[in-house]
Protein backbone atom coordinates (compact mmCIF):
# COMPACT_ATOMS: atom_id res chain seq x y z
CA UNK A 1 0.00 0.00 0.00
CA UNK A 2 1.55 3.72 -0.94
CA UNK A 3 2.10 6.12 1.26
CA UNK A 4 -0.41 8.81 -0.45
CA UNK A 5 -3.21 5.77 -0.22
CA UNK A 6 -2.36 4.87 3.51
CA UNK A 7 -2.70 8.91 3.90
CA UNK A 8 -6.13 9.49 2.10
CA UNK A 9 -7.24 6.54 4.17
CA UNK A 10 -6.14 8.26 7.07
CA UNK A 11 -6.49 11.85 6.76
CA UNK A 12 -9.23 13.91 5.54
CA UNK A 13 -6.69 16.69 4.70
CA UNK A 14 -2.93 17.31 6.38
CA UNK A 15 -3.04 16.74 9.83
CA UNK A 16 -7.04 15.92 10.31
CA UNK A 17 -7.78 12.64 11.11
CA UNK A 18 -10.99 11.43 9.32
CA UNK A 19 -13.84 10.31 11.73
CA UNK A 20 -13.70 7.00 12.20
CA UNK A 21 -10.31 7.54 13.59
CA UNK A 22 -11.11 10.25 15.53
CA UNK A 23 -13.46 8.63 17.40
CA UNK A 24 -11.55 5.76 17.65
CA UNK A 25 -9.19 7.66 19.42
CA UNK A 26 -11.31 9.12 21.63
CA UNK A 27 -12.80 5.33 22.68
CA UNK A 28 -8.92 4.23 23.39
CA UNK A 29 -8.42 7.32 25.35
CA UNK A 30 -11.63 6.86 27.73
CA UNK A 31 -10.17 3.15 27.60
CA UNK A 32 -7.02 3.86 28.58
CA UNK A 33 -8.06 6.30 31.77
CA UNK A 34 -10.60 3.97 32.92
CA UNK A 35 -8.01 1.69 33.44
CA UNK A 36 -6.08 3.86 35.99
CA UNK A 37 -8.01 2.32 38.39
CA UNK A 38 -7.07 -1.13 37.80
CA UNK A 39 -3.59 -1.39 40.31
CA UNK A 40 -5.98 0.67 43.02
CA UNK A 41 -8.52 -2.42 42.54
CA UNK A 42 -5.62 -4.78 42.80
CA UNK A 43 -4.50 -3.13 45.70
CA UNK A 44 -7.57 -4.33 47.25
CA UNK A 45 -8.82 -0.43 48.16
CA UNK A 46 -12.52 -0.89 49.03
CA UNK A 47 -13.51 2.60 48.57
CA UNK A 48 -13.38 1.42 44.69
CA UNK A 49 -16.66 -1.05 45.51
CA UNK A 50 -18.86 1.87 46.39
CA UNK A 51 -21.00 2.73 43.53
CA UNK A 52 -20.64 6.40 43.56
CA UNK A 53 -17.03 6.07 43.36
CA UNK A 54 -17.46 4.07 40.06
CA UNK A 55 -19.50 5.91 38.70
CA UNK A 56 -17.22 9.11 39.59
CA UNK A 57 -13.73 7.19 37.93
CA UNK A 58 -15.81 6.46 34.54
CA UNK A 59 -17.28 10.29 34.63
CA UNK A 60 -13.72 11.19 35.10
CA UNK A 61 -12.28 8.92 31.93
CA UNK A 62 -14.90 9.88 29.69
CA UNK A 63 -14.08 13.54 30.30
CA UNK A 64 -10.52 12.62 29.81
CA UNK A 65 -11.06 11.18 26.64
CA UNK A 66 -13.17 13.99 26.02
CA UNK A 67 -11.08 16.45 26.67
CA UNK A 68 -8.11 14.94 24.91
CA UNK A 69 -9.51 14.46 21.49
CA UNK A 70 -11.62 17.51 21.39
CA UNK A 71 -8.53 19.51 22.49
CA UNK A 72 -5.38 17.94 21.43
CA UNK A 73 -6.71 15.56 18.46
CA UNK A 74 -8.73 18.65 16.83
CA UNK A 75 -7.37 21.58 18.19
CA UNK A 76 -11.03 22.59 20.16
CA UNK A 77 -12.00 23.58 23.02
CA UNK A 78 -15.01 22.42 25.23
CA UNK A 79 -17.27 24.59 22.59
CA UNK A 80 -17.08 22.00 20.11
CA UNK A 81 -18.72 19.28 22.55
CA UNK A 82 -21.24 22.18 23.68
CA UNK A 83 -19.82 22.58 27.18
CA UNK A 84 -18.34 26.16 26.27
CA UNK A 85 -19.25 29.26 28.43
CA UNK A 86 -22.95 29.72 27.37
CA UNK A 87 -23.54 26.01 27.84
CA UNK A 88 -23.60 26.37 31.54
CA UNK A 89 -26.25 29.69 31.47
CA UNK A 90 -27.99 29.14 35.03
CA UNK A 91 -31.69 29.60 32.83
CA UNK A 92 -30.71 27.47 30.46
CA UNK A 93 -29.49 24.16 33.09
CA UNK A 94 -32.72 24.94 34.74
CA UNK A 95 -35.12 24.84 31.97
CA UNK A 96 -33.50 22.14 30.95
CA UNK A 97 -34.14 20.60 34.36
CA UNK A 98 -37.80 21.05 34.25
CA UNK A 99 -37.67 19.82 30.81
CA UNK A 100 -35.83 16.37 32.05
CA UNK A 101 -38.09 16.23 35.24
CA UNK A 102 -41.68 16.74 33.59
CA UNK A 103 -40.99 13.98 30.68
CA UNK A 104 -41.38 11.27 33.45
CA UNK A 105 -43.10 12.78 36.04
CA UNK A 106 -46.24 13.93 34.48
CA UNK A 107 -46.95 10.47 32.58
CA UNK A 108 -46.22 8.61 35.92
CA UNK A 109 -48.73 10.90 37.80
CA UNK A 110 -51.15 10.29 35.25
CA UNK A 111 -50.46 6.33 35.26
CA UNK A 112 -51.09 6.62 38.49
CA UNK A 113 -54.02 8.68 38.67
CA UNK A 114 -55.49 5.80 36.58
CA UNK A 115 -54.47 2.70 38.41
CA UNK A 116 -51.71 1.47 36.14
CA UNK A 117 -49.06 2.69 38.75
CA UNK A 118 -48.91 2.90 42.64
CA UNK A 119 -47.61 2.98 45.97
CA UNK A 120 -47.27 0.93 48.40
CA UNK A 121 -45.25 1.57 51.83
CA UNK A 122 -42.02 0.45 52.49
CA UNK A 123 -40.00 0.11 55.78
CA UNK A 124 -38.81 3.39 56.85
CA UNK A 125 -35.02 4.24 56.24
CA UNK A 126 -32.52 7.26 56.17
CA UNK A 127 -33.90 8.87 53.71
CA UNK A 128 -31.79 11.57 53.24
CA UNK A 129 -28.87 9.27 52.82
CA UNK A 130 -30.69 7.49 49.95
CA UNK A 131 -31.25 10.92 48.53
CA UNK A 132 -27.32 12.40 48.63
CA UNK A 133 -26.63 8.55 47.12
CA UNK A 134 -28.72 8.63 44.26
CA UNK A 135 -27.54 12.19 43.42
CA UNK A 136 -23.87 11.06 44.11
CA UNK A 137 -24.21 7.81 41.58
CA UNK A 138 -27.03 9.48 38.92
CA UNK A 139 -25.32 12.78 38.27
CA UNK A 140 -21.94 11.33 37.04
CA UNK A 141 -23.05 8.57 35.36
CA UNK A 142 -25.55 10.73 33.59
CA UNK A 143 -23.14 12.91 32.34
CA UNK A 144 -20.76 9.70 31.60
CA UNK A 145 -23.75 8.88 29.37
CA UNK A 146 -24.01 11.97 27.40
CA UNK A 147 -20.20 12.88 26.87
CA UNK A 148 -20.24 9.00 25.37
CA UNK A 149 -22.93 9.37 23.01
CA UNK A 150 -23.93 12.99 22.74
CA UNK A 151 -20.39 14.91 23.43
CA UNK A 152 -17.32 14.61 21.34
CA UNK A 153 -19.15 11.62 18.96
CA UNK A 154 -21.80 13.18 18.24
CA UNK A 155 -19.84 16.26 17.24
CA UNK A 156 -17.99 14.18 14.49
CA UNK A 157 -20.89 12.37 13.36
CA UNK A 158 -22.55 15.50 13.25
CA UNK A 159 -19.93 17.46 11.19
CA UNK A 160 -19.24 14.64 9.07
CA UNK A 161 -23.02 13.64 8.15
CA UNK A 162 -25.16 16.23 9.71
CA UNK A 163 -27.58 15.93 12.78
CA UNK A 164 -29.98 13.16 11.69
CA UNK A 165 -27.43 10.49 11.40
CA UNK A 166 -25.98 11.50 14.68
CA UNK A 167 -28.91 11.81 16.51
CA UNK A 168 -29.60 8.10 14.52
CA UNK A 169 -26.63 6.77 15.26
CA UNK A 170 -26.07 7.79 19.03
CA UNK A 171 -29.42 6.94 19.92
CA UNK A 172 -29.46 3.17 18.43
CA UNK A 173 -25.97 3.07 20.37
CA UNK A 174 -27.50 3.90 23.50
CA UNK A 175 -30.45 1.61 23.72
CA UNK A 176 -28.15 -1.19 22.80
CA UNK A 177 -25.70 0.01 26.02
CA UNK A 178 -28.82 -0.70 28.20
CA UNK A 179 -29.39 -5.07 26.77
CA UNK A 180 -27.73 -5.87 29.96
CA UNK A 181 -29.76 -4.28 32.50
CA UNK A 182 -32.36 -5.71 34.39
CA UNK A 183 -36.14 -6.50 33.43
CA UNK A 184 -34.96 -5.28 29.90
CA UNK A 185 -37.55 -6.11 27.03
CA UNK A 186 -37.82 -4.76 23.66
CA UNK A 187 -40.06 -2.21 24.09
CA UNK A 188 -38.18 -0.85 26.94
CA UNK A 189 -35.26 -0.57 24.77
CA UNK A 190 -37.45 0.97 22.02
CA UNK A 191 -38.24 3.44 24.94
CA UNK A 192 -34.49 4.19 25.45
CA UNK A 193 -33.39 4.71 21.88
CA UNK A 194 -36.27 7.25 21.87
CA UNK A 195 -34.93 8.80 25.15
CA UNK A 196 -31.96 9.16 22.99
CA UNK A 197 -33.95 10.71 20.25
CA UNK A 198 -35.07 13.45 22.96
CA UNK A 199 -31.69 14.25 24.54
CA UNK A 200 -30.00 14.32 21.34
CA UNK A 201 -33.29 17.20 20.51
CA UNK A 202 -32.37 19.16 23.77
CA UNK A 203 -28.61 19.31 22.71
CA UNK A 204 -29.80 20.26 19.48
CA UNK A 205 -32.47 23.29 20.53
CA UNK A 206 -29.88 24.69 23.31
CA UNK A 207 -26.79 23.97 21.76
CA UNK A 208 -25.69 22.77 24.94
CA UNK A 209 -24.38 19.23 26.14
CA UNK A 210 -24.57 20.37 30.12
CA UNK A 211 -28.56 21.20 29.01
CA UNK A 212 -28.83 17.24 27.91
CA UNK A 213 -27.22 16.08 31.06
CA UNK A 214 -29.07 17.78 33.23
CA UNK A 215 -31.85 16.99 31.42
CA UNK A 216 -30.88 13.12 31.52
CA UNK A 217 -30.32 13.89 35.54
CA UNK A 218 -33.22 15.33 36.04
CA UNK A 219 -35.29 12.43 34.66
CA UNK A 220 -33.36 9.78 36.36
CA UNK A 221 -33.30 11.19 39.85
CA UNK A 222 -37.17 11.75 39.93
CA UNK A 223 -37.73 8.76 39.00
CA UNK A 224 -35.68 7.43 41.79
CA UNK A 225 -35.39 9.82 44.75
CA UNK A 226 -39.15 11.13 43.68
CA UNK A 227 -41.09 7.92 42.66
CA UNK A 228 -38.80 5.53 44.21
CA UNK A 229 -39.39 3.48 40.61
CA UNK A 230 -36.48 1.38 39.18
CA UNK A 231 -34.35 3.12 36.83
CA UNK A 232 -33.84 1.84 33.55
CA UNK A 233 -34.28 -1.57 35.55
CA UNK A 234 -31.70 -0.80 38.43
CA UNK A 235 -33.05 -0.48 41.76
CA UNK A 236 -32.16 2.64 44.50
CA UNK A 237 -33.58 3.04 47.69
CA UNK A 238 -36.75 3.01 48.54
CA UNK A 239 -37.34 4.25 52.31
CA UNK A 240 -40.95 4.46 53.30
CA UNK A 241 -42.64 4.13 50.23
CA UNK A 242 -42.17 2.40 46.18
CA UNK A 243 -43.92 2.71 43.28
CA UNK A 244 -44.83 -0.43 41.94
CA UNK A 245 -46.39 -1.53 38.44
CA UNK A 246 -50.41 -2.55 38.60
CA UNK A 247 -50.90 -2.60 34.63
CA UNK A 248 -50.16 -3.63 31.22
CA UNK A 249 -46.11 -3.87 30.89
CA UNK A 250 -46.83 -1.68 27.56
CA UNK A 251 -48.29 1.31 29.28
CA UNK A 252 -46.22 1.73 32.55
CA UNK A 253 -42.81 -0.12 31.74
CA UNK A 254 -42.84 -3.17 34.45
CA UNK A 255 -39.55 -4.15 36.06
CA UNK A 256 -38.05 -1.70 33.91
CA UNK A 257 -39.75 1.25 35.35
CA UNK A 258 -41.93 4.03 34.29
CA UNK A 259 -40.10 4.79 31.63
CA UNK A 260 -40.43 1.84 29.65
CA UNK A 261 -43.58 2.45 28.73
CA UNK A 262 -45.66 4.84 26.00
CA UNK A 263 -46.56 6.63 28.73
CA UNK A 264 -42.96 7.97 28.99
CA UNK A 265 -42.66 8.14 25.14
CA UNK A 266 -45.67 10.61 25.42
CA UNK A 267 -44.07 12.68 28.19
CA UNK A 268 -40.94 12.99 26.11
CA UNK A 269 -42.97 14.49 23.37
CA UNK A 270 -44.76 16.90 25.44
CA UNK A 271 -41.44 17.75 26.81
CA UNK A 272 -39.18 18.14 23.98
CA UNK A 273 -42.11 20.42 22.43
CA UNK A 274 -42.84 22.74 25.79
CA UNK A 275 -38.57 23.19 25.86
CA UNK A 276 -38.32 23.99 21.60
CA UNK A 277 -41.49 27.04 22.19
CA UNK A 278 -39.56 28.16 25.14
CA UNK A 279 -35.79 28.61 23.86
CA UNK A 280 -37.42 29.99 20.72
CA UNK A 281 -39.37 32.41 22.78
CA UNK A 282 -36.25 33.13 24.86
CA UNK A 283 -33.82 33.73 21.85
CA UNK A 284 -36.53 35.65 20.26
CA UNK A 285 -36.74 38.11 23.78
CA UNK A 286 -33.39 38.33 23.62
CA UNK A 287 -32.67 36.11 26.69
CA UNK A 288 -30.83 33.35 25.13
CA UNK A 289 -28.01 34.89 22.52
CA UNK A 290 -26.67 32.55 21.53
CA UNK A 291 -27.57 29.81 18.77
CA UNK A 292 -27.66 26.10 18.89
CA UNK A 293 -24.14 25.10 18.03
CA UNK A 294 -23.42 24.18 14.33
CA UNK A 295 -20.40 22.19 15.10
CA UNK A 296 -18.35 20.86 12.50
CA UNK A 297 -15.11 20.06 14.09
CA UNK A 298 -12.78 21.97 11.57
CA UNK A 299 -9.78 22.57 12.92
CA UNK A 300 -10.30 26.21 12.33
CA UNK A 301 -13.05 26.07 14.74
CA UNK A 302 -16.72 25.58 14.31
CA UNK A 303 -18.45 26.95 11.48
CA UNK A 304 -21.55 24.90 10.90
CA UNK A 305 -20.26 22.87 7.42
CA UNK A 306 -20.06 19.47 7.09
CA UNK A 307 -16.67 18.14 6.11
CA UNK A 308 -17.84 14.90 4.76
CA UNK A 309 -14.31 12.81 5.98
CA UNK A 310 -16.23 9.59 7.07
Not at 95 to 115: K, M, Y
Not at 141 to 152: D, F, P, S, V, W
Not at 240 to 269: C, F, N, R
Amino acid sequence: MSDSLLERMTYVRPGRLRAGWRIMVFVLAGFAASNVAVPLVAMGLPALSMPWVRSSLECAAVLFATRYASHTVDGEGWSAVGLGPDAWRPTLLLLAAATGALAIALPTWVLVAVGSLSFVPTPAGDGLRTLLLTVAVLAPAALTEELLLRGYPFAVLRGTWGWPAATAITSVVFGLLHLGNPGVTPSAIANVIAAGVFLAGVRLVTGSLAAAWIAHFAWNWTMSAGFHAAVSGLPFGTPGYKLIDSGPDWLSGGAWGPEGGVGAAAGMIGSFAALSWATGSMRRRGMMPFAPVTVSMNAGGPTGRQEHEA
